[in-house]
């Protein structure tokens, strides 16, 4: 084909374009971020933080950076107090933002750099009126048990009840709710959501990364201040670190803010964990945990903290106590503007603090152990319980300490051996929560209570540690629907965060014929059936009498099976498993998560024996099981994407009727908004 003149100068004069000082015709423009995300839904007068953020090309800088909302500027770089704009990062953040309107509204944000490049960013949002003439509800309890999926509560009813042809011979208490919805549980960075965002989303409406809670992302540094040696003064805070994200407010700070109501947070993990530090902490660090635990206590009064229950003990102590992780390391100080335009404390670089002594200070009531939270007086108003130094033990050790069974080869249980020989089971926690948080307060209460080794023991892939775990929460469950019913006018939710190791029922295998079958281990042709594998039938589980925690009273709607190693048991596999040994029988041992580890072995405190802390026995028989998870630990099962039930239940007014269908995680938010002030 003949070559057009045009054709021929067209390279040359993109080349002299490009190498003769014509690069302006070829520059980029500001390429901006906005938060919160879009298409974020907001109560009437909830408190978010906006922050607008520009990437300009090397060597220019802003001159000018604003944010309006509806069309209005509220604010630019030359903005004082509550905006704050910050050169280094070229961001402008306002702090405190509510719309008091309901209907769409439009937050845009709008950048010029020093080479007159302009962009433009807007997105939409909506404000939703939650106030009705309906009866509010006065009290919420919000039961999340984490990585909870379908087949976990199934096999849960199947190990307490059993079957009778081909009947249930009971129903847990989450059974008998008769509202039901199914809940979309991604993140807003992540197809798999972690606990962070998987409950910060319930309680606050927004889409959160993983590992954040309360904040939206940003462009600061996830790294702490600058540590000076010891001894010497901690270097001034800057506007970096994890805890000066942008934020939105919870539920709890909502509902503590505007009609007074009180707050209590419960749960089996480290108190610092992701999910109960998601109803209170703004973070995006979920493992900052001296900074998250001085900030439970340091903006206590935001969302009228009343009970804090769980473990962590470790992050309390002064780090000059034996069993203390508190360290500058994990700590947070906000710059004095941040902290003034949020209303809240400063906070400080203080490892030797004696936090429980700041909560005793308070008026809150301190139990270590199930026998003194027990003794806490009926008319008691705050509650600070830990139970363990790191997470709590899980329910089986407990109950087997209760009933003095010990592990083979030990003459010490397990809870002994992890210094927490005497700690309340769930229920006995959210007992005491619920009559804590309901004295003298006739404003009402929202209350969190986690089942925290639902999730942690699925990653473990400890079918039996899991199942009773969720018999545990089930339990607590039931401790709030009877407060329900005496009180007459309080919403009960039961969710999970999400699902956790793809976990399923497989069928079901004699103990005995478990017991006596040889080793596969080391058997890897696929041609050869593991003989394992032809043991696994499907006959009705039997696990016998229910009985209490102590072993001594028949028990059937709260009790546990007198061994997980029954008659005829449950035999689960793991969707999304990591590489293991199986011989489906109950594990001697625990998994130590190597928290108290830390938190233990740092003075002349027993460290636990090593047998509690690797668990071994396994590994010498059954077959070998190559893991399917991806993209983490191959040790561990992973956390899956699949939808989750949600359960709701109330007790004077309709408000369970508002959660059925198919909800995003942060719909659930505003349904209990809604019940909570009469919109429904």
């Given at each position: 084909m003949?070559?057009?003149?045009l054709q021929s100068?067209?390279?040359?004069?993109?080349a002299?374009?490009c190498?003769?000082?014509s690069?302006a015709?070829?520059?980029?423009p500001?390429?901006?971020?906005l938060?919160p995300?879009?298409?974020t839904?907001?109560?009437?007068?909830q408190?978010?933080d906006?922050?607008?953020?520009?990437?300009l090309d090397?060597?220019?800088?802003?001159?000018?950076?604003?944010?309006a909302?509806d069309?209005?500027?509220i604010?630019?770089?030359?903005s004082?107090t509550?905006?704050?704009?910050?050169?280094?990062?070229k961001s402008?953040?306002?702090?405190?933002?509510?719309?008091?309107?309901?209907g769409?509204?439009?937050?845009t944000?709008?950048a010029t750099d020093?080479?007159?490049?302009?962009?433009t960013?807007?997105?939409s949002?909506?404000v939703?009126n939650?106030f009705g003439?309906r009866?509010?509800?006065k009290n919420?309890?919000?039961?999340l048990?984490?990585?909870m999926?379908?087949?976990?509560k199934?096999?849960?009813r199947?190990?307490?009840?059993?079957?009778?042809?081909?009947?249930?011979n009971?129903?847990?208490a989450?059974d008998?709710m008769?509202?039901i919805?199914s809940?979309?549980?991604?993140?807003?960075?992540?197809?798999?959501?972690d606990?962070?965002?998987?409950?910060?989303?319930?309680?606050?409406g927004?889409?959160?990364n993983?590992?954040?809670?309360g904040?939206?992302?940003d462009?600061t540094?996830n790294?702490?201040?600058d540590?000076p040696?010891?001894?010497?003064?901690?270097?001034?805070?800057?506007?970096?670190?994890?805890?000066?994200?942008?934020?939105?407010?919870?539920?709890?700070?909502?509902?503590?803010?505007k009609f007074?109501?009180?707050t209590?947070?419960?749960?089996?993990?480290d108190i610092?964990?992701a999910?109960?530090?998601?109803?209170?902490?703004?973070?995006?660090?979920r493992n900052?945990?001296?900074?998250?635990?001085?900030q439970y206590f340091?903006?206590?009064n935001?969302?009228n903290l009343?009970?804090l229950?769980?473990?962590?003990?470790r992050?309390?102590?002064?780090n000059t106590v034996i069993?203390s992780?508190?360290?500058?390391?994990?700590?947070?100080a906000l710059?004095?503007?941040?902290?003034?335009a949020?209303g809240?404390?400063?906070?400080?670089l203080?490892?030797?603090r004696?936090l429980?002594?700041?909560?005793?200070?308070?008026?809150?009531?301190y139990?270590?152990?199930?026998?003194?939270m027990?003794?806490?007086?009926?008319?008691?108003?705050?509650?600070?319980?830990?139970?363990?130094?790191?997470n709590?033990n899980v329910a089986?050790?407990?109950i087997?300490g209760r009933?003095?069974?010990n592990p083979?080869t030990?003459?010490?249980?397990?809870v002994a051996?992890?210094?927490?020989?005497d700690?309340?089971?769930?229920d006995?926690?959210?007992?005491v929560?619920?009559?804590?948080?309901?004295?003298?307060?006739?404003?009402?209460f929202?209350?969190?209570?986690?089942g925290?080794?639902?999730?942690?023991?699925?990653?473990?892939?400890?079918a039996?540690r899991?199942?009773?775990?969720?018999?545990?929460?089930?339990?607590?469950?039931?401790?709030?629907?009877?407060?329900?019913?005496?009180d007459?006018?309080?919403?009960v939710?039961?969710?999970?965060?999400?699902?956790?190791s793809?976990?399923v029922?497989?069928?079901?295998?004699?103990?005995?014929?478990?017991?006596?079958?040889?080793s596969?281990?080391?058997?890897f042709?696929?041609?050869v059936?593991p003989?394992?594998?032809?043991a696994i039938?499907?006959?009705f589980?039997?696990y016998?009498?229910?009985l209490?925690?102590?072993?001594?009273?028949?028990d059937?709607?709260?009790?546990?099976?007198?061994t997980p190693d029954a008659?005829?048991?449950?035999?689960?596999?793991?969707?999304?498993s990591?590489?293991r040994y199986?011989?489906?029988?109950?594990k001697?041992?625990?998994?130590?998560?190597g928290i108290?580890?830390l938190?233990?072995?740092?003075?002349?405190?027993t460290?636990?024996?090593?047998?509690?802390?690797?668990r071994t026995?396994?590994?010498?028989?059954?077959?070998?099981?190559?893991?399917?998870q991806?993209g983490g630990?191959?040790?561990?099962?992973?956390?899956?994407?699949n939808?989750?039930?949600?359960y709701?239940?109330s007790t004077?007014?309709?408000?369970s009727?508002?959660f059925?269908?198919?909800?995003d995680n942060?719909?659930v938010?505003?349904?209990?908004a809604?019940?909570a002030?009469?919109?429904y």
């Amino acid at each position: 084909m003949k070559r057009t003149r045009l054709q021929s100068v067209l390279p040359a004069a993109i080349a002299a374009l490009c190498t003769t000082g014509s690069t302006a015709a070829f520059a980029v423009p500001p390429r901006l971020s906005l938060v919160p995300p879009k298409n974020t839904g907001f109560l009437v007068d909830q408190r978010f933080d906006i922050r607008g953020e520009a990437t300009l090309d090397a060597g220019r800088t802003v001159s000018t950076l604003s944010i309006a909302v509806d069309g209005v500027t509220i604010s630019t770089q030359a903005s004082t107090t509550p905006s704050f704009y910050d050169a280094a990062t070229k961001s402008l953040t306002v702090r405190q933002f509510s719309l008091l309107t309901t209907g769409a509204h439009t937050i845009t944000l709008r950048a010029t750099d020093s080479a007159n490049e302009s962009s433009t960013l807007t997105k939409s949002y909506n404000v939703i009126n939650p106030f009705g003439n309906r009866k509010p509800v006065k009290n919420i309890i919000f039961f999340l048990g984490d990585g909870m999926g379908a087949a976990h509560k199934t096999a849960a009813r199947l190990t307490r009840f059993g079957l009778d042809e081909g009947r249930t011979n009971g129903l847990l208490a989450m059974d008998g709710m008769p509202n039901i919805a199914s809940i979309l549980t991604h993140s807003l960075n992540s197809l798999i959501t972690d606990s962070a965002p998987g409950m910060a989303n319930y309680v606050t409406g927004s889409k959160a990364n993983n590992n954040q809670e309360g904040v939206y992302p940003d462009n600061t540094s996830n790294t702490f201040f600058d540590i000076p040696a010891v001894g010497m003064t901690p270097a001034a805070p800057n506007h970096t670190g994890a805890f000066d994200n942008p934020r939105i407010e919870y539920l709890s700070e909502y509902l503590s803010r505007k009609f007074g109501k009180s707050t209590g947070i419960v749960s089996t993990a480290d108190i610092e964990d992701a999910t109960p530090a998601a109803n209170a902490v703004h973070t995006q660090d979920r493992n900052a945990g001296t900074g998250i635990c001085d900030q439970y206590f340091d903006e206590r009064n935001t969302k009228n903290l009343r009970v804090l229950m769980g473990g962590g003990r470790r992050w309390f102590l002064p780090n000059t106590v034996i069993g203390s992780n508190r360290s500058n390391a994990t700590d947070y100080a906000l710059p004095a503007a941040t902290a003034s335009a949020l209303g809240v404390a400063t906070g400080a670089l203080d490892p030797g603090r004696n936090l429980i002594a700041d909560f005793q200070g308070d008026g809150f009531a301190y139990v270590p152990t199930r026998t003194s939270m027990n003794a806490v007086p009926a008319n008691a108003e705050k509650v600070l319980g830990l139970f363990q130094y790191g997470n709590m033990n899980v329910a089986l050790d407990k109950i087997n300490g209760r009933r003095g069974v010990n592990p083979p080869t030990r003459t010490t249980s397990v809870v002994a051996d992890a210094q927490g020989p005497d700690q309340p089971m769930l229920d006995e926690m959210a007992a005491v929560a619920i009559r804590t948080l309901n004295n003298n307060n006739s404003k009402g209460f929202f209350l969190m209570v986690e089942g925290a080794h639902i999730d942690k023991q699925s990653h473990l892939m400890d079918a039996d540690r899991a199942i009773y775990e969720t018999l545990e929460f089930d339990n607590a469950v039931r401790k709030g629907i009877e407060f329900a019913n005496q009180d007459g006018n309080t919403l009960v939710i039961v969710s999970a965060d999400h699902e956790c190791s793809g976990f399923v029922i497989n069928g079901s295998i004699s103990s005995t014929t478990a017991k006596g079958l040889v080793s596969d281990a080391g058997k890897f042709d696929p041609a050869v059936q593991p003989v394992r594998q032809t043991a696994i039938g499907n006959a009705f589980p039997n696990y016998g009498a229910m009985l209490s925690p102590d072993g001594l009273t028949s028990d059937p709607l709260t009790g546990y099976p007198a061994t997980p190693d029954a008659a005829v048991k449950l035999v689960i596999g793991f969707g999304g498993s990591g590489d293991r040994y199986e011989d489906y029988l109950a594990k001697p041992f625990p998994v130590n998560d190597g928290i108290q580890t830390l938190a233990i072995a740092l003075g002349t405190l027993t460290a636990f024996p090593t047998s509690v802390q690797t668990r071994t026995p396994e590994a010498t028989n059954g077959m070998f099981l190559r893991g399917q998870q991806t993209g983490g630990n191959g040790s561990q099962a992973g956390h899956t994407a699949n939808e989750i039930p949600l359960y709701a239940y109330s007790t004077g007014s309709r408000a369970s009727t508002l959660f059925f269908g198919l909800l995003d995680n942060t719909d659930v938010f505003f349904l209990m908004a809604k019940a909570a002030l009469g919109g429904y």
